[in-house]
């Protein structure tokens, strides 16, 4: 079955710092990887996603992230973090054979930006 | 246009009682589902309306749970005699579904279930 690892449930970081968010996914067949965020009181929003080719993917506000299959990460990043960027985050795979109706969701990491 | 509303945002209810959950998807949307946000798990797939095929139930967590979907459009979670651990915030999305490719799913804001 298919599994996502988020290991930090909180990351504090400076404003203007660098950051970079884990994800690990347990999947037998070639992922399809998700990113998204949820602000306070706001519904998810989809960061970015992939499903092949460049294994470097960009997204909006800035971030990107590293399809890398030798570890099974999928790590989200942004060069300069802004304090708009504080939110949970959820990585998320699904499954092309089920038309990705079912994400499957890690547990979130909750991001602080310190000023 | 308008995004994925749900209704009502917050809903505090006794253990054994019943609650209904409101879910208005984009216009045109054809598919829509149901996800549970709990404390420290995630978010957990419920269930999963796609025009007019059956629902894909596989995820309702007990038969105390049930969702409809009137029309195509809005749907209505259902939970009978409420537990505490029924406690969570209760998700809803809706996606213009085409066979074989992703359709990004649009996230509601939530209900946020308490039962006390």
């Known amino acids: 079955a298919q599994s996502v690892t988020q290991p930090d449930i909180h990351i504090t970081v400076s404003e203007g710092a660098s950051l970079e968010l884990r994800c690990n996914y347990s999947?037998?067949?070639?992922?399809?990887l998700f990113w998204y965020v949820q602000s306070p009181g706001q519904g998810l929003q989809l960061l970015l996603k992939?499903?092949?080719?460049?294994?470097l993917v960009q997204g909006i506000k800035g971030f990107e992230a590293e399809f890398k299959r030798s570890q099974s990460s999928f790590n989200l990043r942004k060069p300069s973090v802004h304090w708009s960027d504080a939110a949970e985050y959820f990585c998320?795979?699904?499954?092309?054979?089920?038309?990705?109706?079912?994400?499957?969701f890690g547990t979130g990491t909750r991001l602080l930006v310190s000023p | 246009g308008a995004g994925v509303s749900q209704s009502p945002s917050n809903k505090v209810t006794e253990k054994g009682k019943d609650v209904e959950l409101r879910c208005d998807p984009i216009?045109?949307?054809?598919?829509l589902y149901w996800y549970r946000q709990s404390l420290g798990q995630g978010l957990e797939f419920l269930i999963y309306?796609?025009?007019?095929?059956?629902?894909?139930k596989s995820g309702l967590p007990s038969d105390r749970f049930s969702a409809e979907r009137t029309g195509g459009s809005v749907s209505t979670l259902t939970i009978q005699r409420t537990q505490q651990e029924d406690s969570a915030v209760y998700l809803c999305?809706?996606?213009?579904?085409?066979?074989?490719?992703?359709?990004?799913?649009?996230f509601g804001p939530g209900t946020r279930l308490t039962v006390l």
């Open positions: 999305a809706s996606s213009n579904l085409q066979v074989l490719t992703y359709n990004e799913q649009f």
């Open positions: 998320a795979v699904g499954d092309r054979n089920t038309g990705f109706q079912k994400l499957v």
């Open positions: 309306f796609q025009g007019n095929s059956a629902p894909d």
């Open positions: 216009s045109g949307h054809t598919a």
């Open positions: 992939y499903f092949s080719g460049d294994t």
């Open positions: 999947y037998g067949a070639t992922p399809y």
